[in-house]
Structures are given as structure tokens and as C-alpha cells.
């Protein structure tokens, strides 16, 4: 029983430093995404009307719309698909170890 206890508290071990380097990092993104963007120097032509003009452009010449495209992001999906892989993953883990130990 001690060597399940072990490997556990190892696992454990590397679970947590895998979550605190996520949170870390996250931590990092935001801040930088807080902050104001400063000028670089660096003389770069606003192209956000000739974005929008190229678009209106491509929406006149394309006649029919194929319907409104959503480009919001669906907390609940995310968290599905991350399950889904983590099932995943754990149940390729628990066949390798099954193979492992068969041969």
C-alpha cells in the first residue's frame, strides 16, 4: 500500500507545479493585457479603414450571405472539449499500462 501512497503524493506533487506555473502565467498574460499599449516609435499607418473598406468591398461582391458568423467564445464548450481530452488521455495511459503489463 505504500507504493500507491507514493506514487500518488508524487503525482500530486507534479500536479500542483503544473497548476501553479498555469496560474503564474496566466497571471502574467493579464497583467500585460492590462497595461497601455506605449508607442514604439515606429510609423505604422492606421489600416483599420482600409480593413473595413476591403470588407465592405467583399460583402457587396459576394451577394449572398451565408448567415452571421459568431466569434464568441462558449465557456461551457471549452470545458467539454478539455474533459473530453483529459478522458481521453487517461484512458490511453490506463491501456498502455494494461499493455505494459500483459506482455
Do not use: N
Amino acid at each position: 500500500m505504500s507504493d500507491v501512497l507514493r506514487a500518488l503524493a508524487i503525482s500530486a506533487v507534479i500536479l500542483l507545479a503544473v497548476v501553479a506555473f498555469t496560474v503564474v502565467i496566466s497571471i502574467a498574460v493579464v497583467r500585460r493585457g492590462e497595461t497601455p499599449e506605449v508607442d514604439a516609435g515606429h510609423d505604422v499607418p492606421d489600416t483599420a479603414g482600409l480593413v473595413k473598406a476591403a470588407a465592405g468591398a467583399a460583402a457587396v461582391k459576394a451577394g449572398k450571405s451565408a448567415g452571421p458568423v459568431s466569434d464568441e467564445i462558449s465557456v461551457p464548450e471549452i470545458l467539454v472539449f478539455g474533459t473530453g481530452l483529459f478522458v481521453l488521455s487517461i484512458l490511453a495511459l490506463l491501456a498502455l499500462s494494461l499493455i505494459q503489463h500483459m506482455s
